[in-house]
């Protein structure tokens, strides 16, 4: 960190001499109710009291962008200002105020192929639309939910890109930002992450070292066939800390897990767009950290038999509570008039349940437009998609300054 304060530091009066500080700035206004169907004898949220699920909410929401710049130095920052109401499934009507910065940015060129940076950055790579398995920091890339808004980790980073086809990034990693959670399994981490580029594929490598467990390994690849296909496919190796261990056995208690063994996180997927723009992307994910089928239902025989074991099986079930999945997108050609829409169905393969996802946007004019987001759980109460939710609708307005 004191080695990139310096840098821009020396950065600053050369820059300050060639050219003056230009500035930019842009904004997104949000504002949508939404409303949740809570899955009716969850054994996760027994009686609707202990998920704290929001049944009804209205959310006003203003996402900034804001860029300095001059020559070798440029400074940006993407402030979110929000205030929230919303009324849970069991409790009083709530209300909450809040303003963060989801990513700030300090970066200074001190050489052509050099860079040096410091602040809060979405280090999010790989292709993949339901899980990037390649990026730690990101497993669940927000992709699956176009209207939510990623929050940066803080880090310092070095990067060395000599030319297009190449680059390598040194990072150290404090904290998962504005929002990490009290045990941080990325605090003071360091990553190594270098890629390659040819005219038709990409691929890269990804090392991160937490404190007091095993490296990341991650590594993503993509290749364009021809004009209609795109394969490509990310790979992990690495360890979980404080992982729920749920024996096959229902009458054996949960056990906790300092450190997980390691295991193997993989997609594939592939890409096919037709004549008319139109895309069908098909994905299939298999994550070594979740459960078979036989702990599965054990998970839930045992968070079924009291609510201490079913606020521990909610609070530490692995990211994804299944080992295989299915994933399929279609979507519109993204340059076809003001109308934007794609449909998603996740399938778990292992429990047989399924969430089905639309989305759409339709521009009203060149700065304002609606948007809406649905969502359709289906499997059970004892089943991975439908656990805790069984619906969701979102509808709301977007307005583009300036």
Known sequence: MRILLALLCLSLPAAASEDALQTRWDAALYAYPETLSPTQGSVLNPDGKLAGLEKSAFTGEARLNLR??????????????????????????????????AQWQARATPAESWTASFGREVMNWGPGQFRSPSSPFYFD???????????????????????????????????????????DPW???????????????????????????????????QRTLDDAWLVYAEL??????????????????????????????????ATHTAENGHSLTLEYLHDGHGYDSAESRAYFARAA??????????????????????HLVWQNNLLEGDDYWRLMLSRNLDDASSQLAGYGEHALNGRLGLFALGVLDSGGARREFASLVSGSLTLGLRLALP
């Open 305 to 326: 038999a009291s609510v201490p074991a079913a606020g521990l099986a909610l609070a530490d079930a692995p990211p994804l509570l299944n080992r295989n999945y299915l």
């Open 187 to 221: 605090r003071r981490s360091w990553l190594l992450k270098g890629d390659l580029r040819g005219e038709v594929w990409a691929g890269g490598i990804a090392l991160v070292q937490p404190v007091d467990r095993g490296c990341f390994v991650g590594a993503h690849f």
């Open 236 to 269: 992990a190796s690495s360890t979980r800390a404080d992982a729920l261990d749920s024996p096959t056995d229902p009458a054996l208690p949960f056990g906790l897990q300092a450190e997980t063994p390691r295991r193997t996180t993989g997609l594939i997927g």
């Open 68 to 101: 300095l710049e001059e020559e070798g130095l440029s400074l940006a920052l993407r402030p979110i200002l929000s205030l929230r109401r919303w009324e849970e499934d069991h409790g009083p009507d709530r209300e909450r105020h809040q303003g963060y910065l």
């Open 141 to 183: 890339n927000g992709r699956a939910n176009p209207l939510r808004e990623l929050s940066g980790v803080d880090a310092a980073k070095l990067a060395w890109t000599p030319d297009r086809q190449r680059s390598l990034v040194l990072a150290y990693v404090e904290g998962s930002g504005h929002d990490a959670p009290s045990q």
